[in-house]
């Protein structure tokens, strides 16, 4: 393999019928600051069905380049088609850098792509970092050995040089309408004989009966310190006050009481509300994983040596049980 033929930073534009995941602007967001470090192109791969009106989309929010692949088998995502979409772009184009957004598509199609094109993938990676001497070194870092430590992995002799990141930890960039880019029709040349071996006979939708608290602006979250149902009826009248959605520890999850997709950490989902406030949390290095970015960060512990109080903003040392319901007072009283 010669690495000098590999140049670029390619982009999965993520798409799902038709509606681009926002992680998609996220990473493009991220690959414009490390292309414009090495002096690079961004660009972002949309593969679909009918796809092509979310190129300019993409453009404003960094893509120098689009390759739309608009082709019937990739209307629903399927593991194969998709693959075999990516592997030709890699042996054609030979990106240096691939970035798939961490979401259970690209949790599925990051390590198929890297497999068959022989090279490696960090997987959730929360930092990508180009060196800032000669060489550019691609420098990808993440939690390891249960976020005790952070590792940081270079991919030296294999490309594209692969990762995934989760939804919620890059930020995008503001949309720019005057943003220059071009949009490449590009064709795929099948390979039927691997594709038909698996058919999508019906899509069944999770009923999505809670809501996204990586697209929440506040988050009243709960751990073991709230204890159980009640505890978090408390929360959710908080919550409710503060136009807010309700989240959780992971202590809180394992118990049965709170559902997964509210659970925020390494394990979780990473969140950068405005608000965060952490209602019985102690701040184990695996919940910080998770939050440790929201832009203001209110405690509540009745332990005054919780770890949590390192990283929040404001801290209140005290019970919870008595202190939210008398925030939830005060609040309704000041909207009366
Ligand atoms: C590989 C791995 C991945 C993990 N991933 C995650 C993850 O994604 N997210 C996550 O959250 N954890 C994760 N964990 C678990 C993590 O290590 C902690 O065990 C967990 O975060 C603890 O949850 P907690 O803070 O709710 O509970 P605890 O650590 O038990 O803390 C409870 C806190 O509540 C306080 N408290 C008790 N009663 C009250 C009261 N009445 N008023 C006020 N404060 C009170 C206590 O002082 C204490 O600080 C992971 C662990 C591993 C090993």
């Not at 414009?32 to 069905?49: F, I, N, P, Q």
Request: overall charge neutral; proline content about 3%; glycine content about 8%.
């Amino acid at each position: 393999m010669e690495l000098s033929e590999y140049k670029d930073i390619y982009v999965f534009a993520e798409q799902r019928e038709g509606k681009l995941q926002s992680v998609a602007l996220e990473l493009l967001g991220k690959a414009r600051e490390l292309a414009d470090a090495t002096g690079e192109k961004v660009v972002a791969m949309l593969l679909g069905k009918n796809i092509k009106h979310i190129a300019a989309d993409l453009i404003a929010h960094g893509a120098d380049r689009v390759l739309a692949v608009d082709n019937d088998l990739l209307e629903h995502y399927m593991t194969e088609p998709y693959t075999q979409a990516i592997t030709q772009i890699i042996g054609e184009f030979k990106p240096a850098i691939m970035l798939i957004g961490a979401t259970t598509i690209g949790r599925d199609l990051g390590p198929r792509v890297s497999a068959r094109n022989r090279t490696g993938l960090t997987a959730d990676a929360t930092k990508l970092e180009i060196s800032d001497d000669d060489a550019h070194e691609f420098r990808m870092t993440r939690p390891a050995f249960g976020g005790n430590l952070m590792a940081t992995i270079l991919c030296k002799n294999h490309r594209p040089q692969m990762s995934t990141v989760r939804p919620g930890v890059m930020q995008k960039l503001q949309a720019d309408a005057s943003r220059q880019g071009e949009v490449i029709d590009y064709a795929v040349d099948f390979d039927r004989t691997k594709i038909d071996r698996v058919r999508l006979l019906k899509t069944v939708k999770e009923e999505k009966a809670t809501a996204d608290i990586s697209e929440a602006k506040v988050l009243v979250s709960g751990g073991r310190g709230v204890g159980n149902k009640e505890g978090f009826e408390k929360l959710e009248a908080l919550a409710r006050e503060l136009g807010g959605e309700v989240a959780s520890s992971r202590a809180m999850v394992d118990a049965g009481v709170m559902e997964p997709s509210r659970q925020v950490g390494q394990t979780g989902k990473t969140v950068r509300p405005a608000l965060y406030m952490a209602c019985g949390i102690s701040g184990a290095i695996q919940h910080l994983a998770g939050m440790e970015e929201s832009e203001l960060i209110i405690a509540i512990n009745k332990d005054k040596y919780a770890p949590i109080f390192s990283v929040a903003d404001l801290g209140i040392v005290g019970d919870l049980h008595k202190i939210v319901p008398l925030l939830t007072e005060r609040l309704k009283s000041i909207q009366r």
